[in-house]
């Protein structure tokens, strides 16, 4: 088995220009997010939570799911620092069997990129949603710089709407919400963010 490249970054992820970046994207989210309401959150390839932690105070519980065990473990340790009490934190295998689901709400920030099956991907997540429900994605704009065999050099908004819709996704809108230098493979790129309604 391949080893887990977030595994292995895990321990220097939060790096300064991460930490900033994470900022910026919650500045553009925040207003799109049901504040101040009682409402779960699934932060689905949460990381080291850099969005999520910050959520855990507008949220009645935050669920944070990740592939990677050593960032699962890097985030409880935030998580202990911070005397935060309202979250959950599991492998995805765990998801499945567990009491959370259905969720109000996920959150998915760049992570799809590095997923593969893109339309499995979103099927799956549509399912952990309660009707009514809603997912937030973040992720880069279709950047032809960037080439690498394991990544997606981004995503076309448009395909990527039409593709929620025919999962079965309405109220789907998306728009660019940050440009960035050097922040994806190195390279310029924009960001976007999309909300769907299950
Ligand atoms: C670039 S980091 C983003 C972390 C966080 N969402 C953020 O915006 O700061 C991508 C995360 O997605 C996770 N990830 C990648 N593929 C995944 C999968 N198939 N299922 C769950 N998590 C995955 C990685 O382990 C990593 O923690």
Do not use: R, Y
């Given at each position: 088995m391949e080893p887990n490249v977030f595994n292995q970054i895990a321990n220097q992820y939060d790096t300064e220009e991460r930490i900033q970046l994470a900022r910026r994207i919650l500045e553009k989210l925040n207003p799109t997010l049901s504040l101040g309401t009682k409402k779960t959150l699934l932060d689905f390839?949460?990381?080291?939570?850099?969005?999520g932690i910050p959520l855990t105070a507008q949220y009645k519980e935050v669920v944070f799911v990740d592939d990677s065990a050593v960032m699962l473990e890097v985030l409880q340790s935030k998580i202990k620092a911070n005397g935060i009490e309202n979250t959950k934190t599991m492998a995805v295998g765990d998801l499945a069997g567990s009491?959370?689901?259905?969720?109000?709400e996920i959150l998915l920030s760049l992570v799809l990129l590095h997923i593969p099956e893109t339309e499995s991907a979103i099927q799956f997540l549509y399912r952990l949603i309660r009707p009514g429900g809603k997912l937030f994605l973040v992720d880069f704009d279709k950047n032809e710089k960037v080439s690498h065999p394991?990544?997606?050099?981004?995503?076309d908004q448009k395909t990527l709407r039409e593709l929620f819709l025919k999962i079965g996704f309405r109220n789907v809108s998306s728009s660019t919400i940050l440009e960035e230098k050097k922040v994806f493979m190195n390279e310029d790129a924009s960001l976007f963010l999309l909300v769907a309604e299950k």
């Open positions: 390839g949460c990381g080291t939570g850099l969005l009491n959370v689901l259905p969720v109000d394991k990544v997606h050099n981004g995503f």
